[in-house]
């Protein structure tokens, strides 16, 4: 698996799985551009091949002007997203509704409207979506989440569909539970050695966005750890 002489586009690239697929596409070759919403002073990538957007993805305009300046690039990994558990379905809040469709939908919808001019005019590229293991089905207390997670895994389908004559795969992950220190503070009583290291999900994202996996088209790979 090489990356030598692309660019490779990181979404949410201030947060844990952000930083290890900016890490593992710089151990690969790649030149990286991280897009977040704010990043972390004491979080920086030391290295000449990184750079830094800071943008709401959640904002169209935004998103145009900052891919028009990254471009060219070779590979979208929307990695941005959020999860929150919640209430019973009929008792979320628009609130909460919405807050989990614009961390998880709009910002890799914009991502996408904004990129994939650059990869079809280049007749070229890769797309790596973000999806989840648990929504796979509907769960309880997790009704916002499972559906927002749901409607990536359909577009990640719809959109390979529409861009694989273009030269374009596109692809997602469906990761289990992740190990974060988040996840570690929310589930003390878990182990964390089942749950998928941010690096070997990481891994497996970038061999999506190399030139070793332009025969995977419109899969949804399950990334499940030992769980």
Avoid at 105 to 129: D, E, F, K, M, Y
Avoid at 163 to 182: E, Q, S
Wanted: aromatic share 4%.
């Amino acid at each position: 698996m090489d990356l030598s002489g692309k660019k490779v586009c990181v979404t949410g690239g201030n947060g844990v799985l952000g930083r290890a697929v900016a890490k593992e596409a710089l151990s690969l070759g790649a030149t990286v551009a991280l897009l977040d919403i704010a990043f972390d002073s004491d979080n920086v990538l030391d290295s000449s091949r990184v750079d830094q957007y800071v943008i709401d993805l959640s904002v169209l305009d935004a998103c145009t002007h900052v891919f028009d300046q990254i471009a060219p690039f070779d590979s979208l990994c929307n990695i941005a997203g959020g999860f929150a558990m919640g209430p019973t379905v009929y008792e979320v809040s628009q609130q909460d509704w919405d807050l989990m469709f614009t961390l998880n939908v709009s910002t890799a919808h914009n991502a996408i409207r904004a990129a994939i001019p650059h990869l079809v005019l280049q007749g070229r590229g890769s797309v790596v979506n973000v999806g989840a293991l648990g929504a796979l089905s509907g769960q309880p207390h997790m009704g916002a989440y499972t559906a927002s997670k749901s409607v990536i895994m359909r577009l990640t389908e719809a959109l390979s569909g529409e861009l694989k004559g273009n030269g374009i795969n596109v692809n997602a992950v469906l990761p289990g539970v992740i190990d974060t220190p988040r996840n570690r503070t929310d589930m003390p009583d878990v182990d964390p050695s089942l749950w998928v290291a941010p690096e070997d999900l990481a891994s497996v994202i970038c061999f999506l966005a190399s030139d070793a996996a332009k025969a995977v088209q419109g899969a949804l790979l399950p990334v499940a750890g030992l769980s």
